[in-house]
């Protein structure tokens, strides 16, 4: 890092920058109720990123990612501090006006966009703690954003350079090293480390803001196939049509908090346009080999063939040797198999079949949305709950199973596994597995309506 830039971090990170008012507004009103466990606190502070890092700054001290949700932040610090902190500094409306104001605004706009896309792959895919990815995405570019609110004419400048995307990571870099920020921020930001798929998730999220609305479905096909671990064409298309409805929700949402005049900025991925939504296609080859043995497939209902397309993507690119979806009878009372895939007739497996009362480690997994993947390493530790029905039924190696809730209501659960004659299950198949069943269960609330 060059002198200036060391400079021009110092000088950003003792600035007192100004708070956007509605935020201000919003929340003086809350804080007046002295509740600082109020959810709405932090989805106010989560429109003003460098609120948020002032914050974070406050809490962690001298200690890098201690802290990474504004709900902690806002506990740890007590009501006093909090409340010095969030109301100190000038109005932002007061303090910039007509292009400078428009640029910061656009700037606030991309960051909580990488944001609310991170936290959305985050849960995609099943990671725990979202909130920590949403302000991760946040603060990704604390650096473009500062600069913006402190230095506009510095940043328009910095606009038009060459190397201006490496110029506004290395004061991200700095400022978030000098603020303490999360660490993930940090990962996100050095990306040094190929195998953190958390840190790249943040980095497809920013990716896929950058893409622009031309190129986001060909981007996040891509991207999601190779980075986000999601396999199979149906899954990827789906995620890309899911991501296209976060991104209208989200830039529409945007546009209530940060009005964008459409005259004085091109046409965005942030903007609420006409995106195209890509439904899942399968060609005639793919429909032929998920098809049922029956012959009716053409008769097969919405819910039975995202089933199906989901058992047949965990087949044949997971390489899962036999998948099963299991459905809860009529009187809730049994798991009872429904559909097979690479199960030979003559299986054992094909009795899947277990009541709900047995106390098995199916009956605990539909309990409640959840995942389990068993291996040798804590076959032992689950050993009371494989009963000796599933034992016979399944054998002896590694499988991974996940319930299937659609609208806080459980449907069934998916069971796959590598060998009928036992074998090992590695944790990359095992994510992707979980990633698909998310899915799935998102395409069935969908076609419920």
Not at 62 to 83: D, H, K, P, Y
């Amino acid at each position: 890092m060059n002198d200036a830039a060391q400079n021009r971090i110092a000088r950003l990170s003792d600035t007192v920058f100004p708070v956007l008012g509605r935020c201000s507004d919003e929340l003086s009103g809350l804080l007046q109720k002295g509740d600082l466990k109020n959810r709405r606190l932090a989805d106010v502070l989560a429109h003003d990123p460098l609120l948020c890092a002032r914050l974070f700054r406050a809490v962690n001290r001298e200690q890098i990612g201690i802290v990474a949700s504004i709900e902690q932040a806002a506990g740890l610090l007590g009501s006093t501090a909090f409340q010095s902190i969030v109301t100190t500094g000038p109005v932002l409306e007061q303090s910039l006006a007509g292009t400078a104001l428009a640029a910061y605004l656009q700037s606030l706009r991309r960051a909580y966009h990488v944001a609310v896309l991170a936290r959305h792959l985050a849960t995609v895919q099943g990671y725990g703690h979202p909130q920590e990815f949403f302000f991760a995405g946040l603060l990704y570019s604390v650096g473009d954003v500062a600069l913006h609110a402190a230095d506009p004419q510095a940043a328009q400048t910095a606009a038009g350079e060459h190397g201006a995307t490496a110029t506004a990571a290395e004061l991200s870099r700095g400022l978030a090293l000098t603020w303490h920020l999360p660490e993930l921020v940090h990962r996100a930001l050095d990306g040094s480390d190929a195998d953190d798929r958390k840190a790249a998730l943040v980095r497809l999220a920013v990716a896929l803001v950058d893409a622009g609305s031309e190129d986001l479905h060909a981007a996040a096909q891509e991207a999601l196939v190779e980075a986000a671990g999601v396999s199979g064409e149906q899954g990827a298309q789906y995620v890309v049509r899911d991501l296209c409805q976060c991104t209208i929700q989200t830039a529409r949402h945007l546009l209530d908090w940060y009005p964008l005049e459409r005259r004085a900025s091109p046409y965005t991925p942030l903007d609420p346009g006409p995106y195209a939504r890509p439904q899942p296609q399968v060609s005639a080859e793919n429909t032929a080999e998920a098809a049922s043995p029956t012959p009716a497939r053409s008769a097969a209902s919405p819910v039975q063939r995202i089933i199906e397309e989901t058992l047949a993507a965990m087949h044949a690119k997971l390489g899962l040797k036999r998948v099963v979806f299991a459905v809860l009878s009529a009187d809730r009372k049994l798991i009872r198999g429904r559909f097979y895939r690479g199960v030979d007739r003559q299986s054992p497996l094909r009795g899947f079949q277990f009541e709900r009362s047995g106390g098995s480690l199916f009956a605990r997994l539909v309990e409640k949305p959840q995942h389990v993947w068993v291996h040798a390493g804590n076959r032992e530790k689950l050993a009371r709950f494989l009963t000796a029905d599933m034992q016979l039924l399944l054998g002896e190696g590694d499988f991974c199973a996940s319930s299937i809730f659609v609208r806080a209501k459980a449907v069934g659960l998916c069971y796959a596994d590598v060998h009928p004659a036992g074998g090992a299950l590695d944790e990359g198949a095992y994510a992707r597995f979980k990633t698909l069943c998310s899915l799935m269960a998102k395409r069935l609330a969908d076609s419920a309506g």
